[in-house]
């Protein structure tokens, strides 16, 4: 069965529809690249497959391992292994990042029915990852992504990810605002949590992060619609000749 | 027109009951003359009503209709019910000064330890045999407010602490206020704390109810002195029954090179009124006052500060939150003065409200009368609803709608609760929070 399937997704906000009838296959293992120029409606996927409200769905259906993902609330849908690193991480003053990142997780196991994690293995587990994700003990004690730089918020995505060990991931424009070295910290992060269980969805604008984390399939938005599919070699076939072709084409 | 307002039904079940309870009140002579004196200042008025400035968004009038007799003193099943609820809140090391129905109870106190050079006593000792000075301390709340004219002419019990020069508490005062709510009754307590120079304490005030308590009414009233170069924490908690009133009112006097932190958070009461007015007199000393309202149902809790700069090089910063669901409304007054002496004057206050529903209400109303011409002065106020961004955030994240609230309230209020010196207080103070926001989740 696959993991994540897209069938048919209409898509509107307030009185415009985003989503044309999309449709995207998802299975274990895989890593798909979706890209395409600005106001495809790339975003506007990922949100919707989080469930963000905002977003009207009017026809089609998310499948979550079978299950109908759109009947769930976001925090189902999280606890199910649904993952989305947002492009704009949110800064949460007040709220000192371990906390958070127990609660979440806690949150997350309590509604899979099960246990707790100790505060000794919570802390050992977040210790390691953190260190592999080069983020030092004290950003952990910051309020959640306050004064933190680009890069250090994209970590701290990846973080979550490492921890939360989700069965998709959803990676919105991972790419924005990074530097060259911040880049290749939060790829390196994301291509250690591939796995024959977990599928990613990597959704960028440029094909350089696809250097980093190379995928197996891409996907070409185009006005709200997948209107070209392939592997990796469609990313450097669009990067030589750019998106024009398919805005023609959609 | 006076005459009229205390003639109505009311002020007249009052009259009655002041006259029933006279005889059971402490203190004869001097005292009772100032009891009659503040009777009759209390009834010129009656409870005071939304044409009153300073009670504009708290009616009590309509809130509160009538005042019911004097609660009568606890007996031992009274004292059973409130041993179970002063348990929860007791600080470990605390000496503990437990008041039940407005009477001081010795055997739920703890005074064990207690330093050389502070002397505890009850306001009933006092009234009876305290020296006239002490006394005269005790009324020295103006009888212009009405319900601090009541409390003066019915106050019952309470404590009296007096530390002596060069004093310094280790371990917390912990004052309890009690109620069994075994009917509805009125209470009234007043308590005095008067610091020395070079001292220092920490002051815990802790308003609850036993389990299942009726609609009571707790009256309350503190009168603070700081000596020179002292310093007093203060944490105040009122966790009262939720069909219980709390109305309360302190008088805090600061002498040089003082400094006074308070820290008050209201969850509890159907109706709550705290009134607290802050006088500089000796130079160079600094308040930091710190509020939260927490608020569902029908909760009205009005928090109304007077900052008095009335000498030069005083600093004074007030941090005030609300957290309102449901019909709940806050209140904050506050009024700062800085007379035209008091040169180099720097006060600050900032008021943020969070409105968790659409029939929320927040009222602020910053009151800022500068006479001198060389201070900082400046006040400021947000209102607004849970961002939604950080909600979704924390959703896809896996935490549910009241998790999410509940961690972004706890955030919102983490604030002003940090500005807690002490450890075991800030837990209490988070223990208090965390016990609203369970009971709305």
Redesign the interface.
Known sequence: MPLLEVRDLKVRVEDNEILHGLTLTVNPGEVHAIMGPNGSGKSTLSHVI????GYEVTDGQILFRGEDLLEM???E???KGVF?A?QY??E????ATMN?LR???N??RK?RGESEYSTPDFLKKVREVAKSLNIPQDMLKR?VNVGFSGGEKKRNEIL?MAL?EPAVCILDEMDSGLDIDALRIAADGVNALRSPDRAMVVITHYQRLLNYIVPDFVHVMSKGRVVKSGGKDLALELEASGYTQFEDAA | MNVVLAKNETGRALSDSFAVARDRLPGGGKVAEARNTAFEAYERVGLPHRRLEEWKYTDLRALMREVPPLAAAPDAAALKQAAAAVKLQAIKGARRLVLVDGVFAPKLSELEGLEKGVTVRTLRDVLETGDAALQTQLFTPDNANPMVALNSAMMTDGVVIEIANGVVLKQPLQVIHAASGATPAAIYTRSLLRLGKDTGATLVESYIAAEGAKAYQSHDSLVVAIGDNSRLDHVRLVEDGRDAFNISSAVITLGAHAHFNTFGMTSGAAVSRYQATITFAGEGSRVETNGVNLLNGRQHADTTLFMDHAVPHCASREVFRAVVDDRGHSVFQGRIIVRPDAQKTDAKMMTRALLLSDDAEADNKPELEIFADDVTCGHGATTGALDESLLFYLRARGLSEKEAQALLIQAFVGEAIESIVNDDLRELAIAAAQRWLEARA
């Open positions: 989080a469930g963000k409200p609330d976001p925090d849908r999280a606890a989305l947002f991480p949110v949460i003053p007040g709220v958070f609660t979440a997780l949150a997350q509604a309020g979550q939360f």
